[in-house]
């Protein structure tokens, strides 16, 4: 396809009015100065013509479509492409049609002759989580801009970008309560025998049980009730409410930070993060993430996140209820947003519950500052009012900006370690 830009519709709307009045006028000079302008345009118009049929059999081929980044850190997605038509083509621009969260830029290369290929760097500043896309603009121009060609092609390409966790804040704020350097501390044994098991690495060498060890071959440790610092359940909202807002600022980029900060803690202290993501209808496959690689476990599993579909209050409240029975005897932390019915969620945990001990931290608002933004921030605080004054025992809310929600993490996991 092929098209005058804005700049070349301006010049030949004015090289057509000068011909006009130099003809009214008698004025040589300013009709041939609007005659050559038009005649400019017409050239790079009839150039396009021939840089769309090169396009038309142009490739275009990914270097590296996944990329694996830390969240703040700069991507670079290579991409070729081959001329394998007989026109040579100018300054060719690609333009990624990615979603804001890849925060990706444009590429450029200065010609390519017919029959050969060259190579552009795309660079990126991804949100927290997955992104993909498949398509991509390329358009040629000439020096001058007056005249563009442009094609549409279908590459994949996708981003797993890893979350900073917020480890440092929860950490400072439990110093000033008594546990300065909670990160040290040894595991409780504990007293009350559960199972048998395989060991794992990171298990406490004092767990083995050395006559099924013997028995078996391998490596048998007793699991007791309280044999770990702190076992965390995480419920993950990543359903669409939860994208809302500036990249990087969304909800779901805090609930990220978050899950990585607790499978920091986890990884040091011992124990297990059993990670739920929840894609706004269903809970997805559990993960059970074991202290010494929560952590590096955890950052795979969130890079992979996308978004899901509209979230289904009674899907998740089931979700939490699924979760709360496996792992009774753990903390349960439920992340989740914008749009909530807070009083019937909080309702539905307390009732699904059973006696699990439960604790519940919601990343209510945005923090962002557009103006949709700041009306959602408003409409949640009115609809948490209530709740925040008159929740059940043992259920703590947060929501508003990153210091906050780490505040309240660090009042929800500091009873249980």
Partial sequence: MRALTRKGLLLAFISIAAMASGMAAGNG??????????LLVLHAYSEASRWSRALEALEIERVNPVVRVNEGAEARIGVIIRNKSRYRLPRLTLKEHAPPRAGVGDGYINGVGPGMEALTWIRARPAPGSTRWSRVEVVASDPLSIAVAYTFRDVEARIHSYPNPWESGV???????????????????????LELREYREGDDPRLIHW????????????????????????????????FIGTPGKAPVDHALRLVAGLASIVSRLGGALYLYPFNGLKCMEPRTLHSGRAYTLSLEILSRIEQGAFRDVEGLIECISR???QHPH???VVL??????????????VDN?????????????????????????????????????????????????AEDLARVLAGAVMPWI
């Avoid at 013997?214 to 939860?242: F, K, P, W, Y």
């Avoid at 103006?371 to 009012?385: C, F, K, M, P, T």
């Fill in 171 to 193: 950490n400072a704020r439990l110093a000033p309560i008594g546990y300065g350097k909670p990160l040290r501390a040894p595991s409780r044994l504990g007293m009350e025998f």
């Fill in 211 to 242: 006559p099924s060890t013997a028995r078996l071959g391998t490596l048998i440790v007793r699991e007791n009730r309280a044999e770990s610092r702190v076992n965390i359940t995480v419920i993950l909202d990543h359903g669409r409410e939860m």
């Fill in 336 to 349: 989740t947003g914008p749009g909530m019915d807070w009083g019937k969620l909080a309702l539905g945990i």
């Fill in 323 to 325: 979760a709360s029975r």
């Fill in 353 to 401: 519950a059973r006696g699990a001990p439960v604790r519940f931290l919601g990343v209510a608002m945005p923090t962002g500052q557009t103006g949709i933004e700041e009306l959602i921030r408003v409409h949640e605080a009115e609809r948490l009012e209530g709740i925040l004054h008159n929740r059940p025992r043992g259920l703590w809310i947060g929501y508003g900006s």
């Fill in 29 to 38: 000079l300013l009709y041939f100065s609007g005659l050559s302008g038009l």
């Fill in 330 to 332: 753990s903390i349960l």
